[in-house]
């Protein structure tokens, strides 16, 4: 704002005029006339600019304390409107959209990269650092290419790809069903296009003719089997004990689908949990107390629908027939329940006697109900000493180890190899966080341990030099700790409603009674209650609502 003076038949009159944008001007009008003499012009001018911001800073407060308390309602979207969400959100993008997209590819934008990288951190919290008999790993991408003969991932990873004579949908039948397969679209007639190895191939050498076929590995869990010996050879082992590793796999898909759920380059949360194929009845551990839809073969067999059940009475019915396999199935719900995640949404599965691999005794899948159908999302399989022993054969190695108690040489069983794609979990996270308020705006109530941004912070004022100040300092510390971003524009409604279409579980505003007397409202995204709080130990009642240690009215206190 500033003072102007006008002359009028020879006499000076003073305005006080603002200037504002309006569109792509700058438009100028007088906000008060000032009287005649300069002094008391800027007197008069002084007082007015004092009164409007008062006026400004009740008009905010009015709006900070009118936002309704409103309820959240449960919104289905389709997969396309989630791949449409993330884009425009910034999680995820198609590789190479600049060109058109590459099928089975996938960018992880700003924000997408956080949650990826937040569901990892937690995986390897809940799995590895937290537990004592499971250790880590982080192999190469390109193996050595015997590692997979050893597999029998070049001999046996081969599949048929056909094509629809009617619709040309593209898909991959095993070899055994060819000669029945009919197009999973619309039951067409299918066309044979020819074996493919679903693995991709690159050259080690540059100089042609000296260098070496090699392979991207199609799963994390070989270079696991392929360093057993070096990890026995480093570490204090004793069965039971597991080996965790998360890490990118390649597979040349025929038909990519479903967003990111099945791509041709994804990453694997992987472990293989070995134990002396002796005590397969033993268990130490309890197994977990979850209640969830169980889908056995006997039911799909009998065309019955699957029942919720505690895990504990399924193993006791012996419909889930090993303690570790139930120990596992309720680990891993646990891992999304203990986030929050809603398991109305899981069921569990068991494999029919014709769906298991060779060389297993039971195999459950963890299945999750996708707006594109139930889709296995894990497998609880055991492998027996299948790997171990072909490496051993190939290779001329031993990897056996001595069992001080036992006093005797034992080639591991692996009981189970819980793996999840950090895509299909992500996808799980989103679909069941995703929900409107009555306004019919975006909340994404996904669980704060994994929020992108954990707090979003807010001067009430943009232009209030103190209050600005306090929030650049507040922003700059939590800054060291959380993921947190600054946003001045726009109201705060509309800055809530920008944090809450993305995840965000805390907004902080710094008004003038924060200078005054070092306080600040916190917000809580999933009711939008507000609490005013001092600004002392904000970074640990913060870090204690995150970690769920704390609920969001216990903050006061
Ligand atoms: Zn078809």
Redesign the pocket.
């Known amino acids: 704002m500033y003072i102007v003076k006008q002359k009028v038949y020879g006499k000076d009159y003073y305005y006080l005029r603002k200037s504002f944008r309006e569109g792509n001007k700058v438009i100028s009008k007088s906000i008060a006339y000032l009287g005649k003499d300069l002094e008391d012009a800027e007197e008069k001018a002084k007082e007015i600019q004092e009164k409007m911001k008062v006026d400004e800073i009740k008009k905010a407060k009015n709006k900070l304390s009118k936002v309704e308390n409103f309820e959240l309602i449960k919104k289905d979207i389709s997969v396309e409107e989630m791949a449409n969400f993330c884009k425009r959100k910034g999680f995820i993008f198609n590789s190479g959209d600049l060109y058109g997209g590459l099928a089975g590819f996938w960018d992880f934008g700003p924000l997408g990269v956080e949650l990826k990288n937040n569901i990892k951190n937690y995986w390897w919290n809940f799995h590895v650092q937290s537990r004592e008999d499971i250790f880590g790993l982080d192999g190469s991408i390109i193996t050595h290419p015997r590692v997979w003969e050893a597999s029998g991932h070049v001999e046996n990873f081969v599949d048929v790809a056909v094509m ?6 593209k898909f991959k039948v095993d070899e055994s069903e060819l000669k029945n397969a009919v ?6 007639e ?1 066309e044979n296009k020819g074996k493919f190895v679903p693995m991709f191939t690159t050259n080690v050498g540059p100089i042609e003719g000296d260098s070496i076929k090699a392979y991207l590995r199609p799963e994390t869990a070989q270079l696991i089997f392929a360093n057993f010996k070096n990890i026995l050879d480093t570490t204090r082992l004793k069965l039971p004990f597991g080996v965790a590793q998360i890490g990118k796999s390649f597979r040349n898909e025929i038909a990519p689908r479903n967003f990111i759920f099945r791509n041709r380059e994804f990453e694997q949360m992987e472990i293989e949990y070995f134990i002396d194929g002796e005590d397969k009845e033993a268990c130490p551990y309890e197994i977990p107390d979850v209640e969830v839809l169980v889908y056995s073969s006997g039911m799909q067999l009998k065309n019955k629908s699957p029942e919720k059940m505690n895990l504990k009475v399924a193993l006791e019915k012996k419909i889930i027939q090993l303690p570790w396999h139930a120990y596992w199935l309720g680990t891993e719900l646990n891992w999304f329940f203990n986030l929050g995640v809603n398991l109305e949404k899981f069921r569990i599965r068991q494999h029919l006697p014709d769906e298991k691999s060779h060389y297993s005794t039971d195999t459950w899948d963890i299945e999750y109900n996708f707006p594109f159908g139930w889709k296995e999302l894990q497998g609880i399989a055991d492998r027996g000493t299948y790997d171990l022993s072909q490496h051993e054969k190939v290779s001329k190695k031993e990897l056996r180890f001595f069992d001080e108690i036992k006093k005797k040489k034992i080639l591991p069983t692996v009981i189970s190899e819980p793996s999840l794609g950090v895509e299909r979990a992500l996808l799980v996270f989103l679909f069941d966080s995703f929900y409107e308020n009555k306004k019919g705006e975006t909340i994404l109530k996904l669980p704060p341990k994994i929020s992108p941004i954990k707090v979003a912070i807010f001067p009430l004022i943009k232009k209030d030099e103190a209050i600005v100040s306090l929030s650049r300092e507040i922003y700059s510390e939590l800054k060291k700790y959380f993921n947190v971003v600054y946003d001045d524009s726009g109201s705060i409604g509309r800055r809530y409603a920008r944090q809450d279409e993305v995840g965000t579980p805390l907004c902080i505003t710094i008004d003038e009674e924060s200078v005054k007397n070092n306080s600040l409202t916190l917000r809580n995204r999933d009711t939008t209650q507000q609490i005013r709080i001092p600004l002392e130990n904000l970074k640990s009642l913060i870090s204690s609502f995150l970690d769920g240690e704390k609920g969001f009215l216990d903050l006061k206190n």
Do not use: E
């Open positions: 629809c004579k009617k619709c040309k949908n197009c999973d679209k619309c039951g067409g299918v």
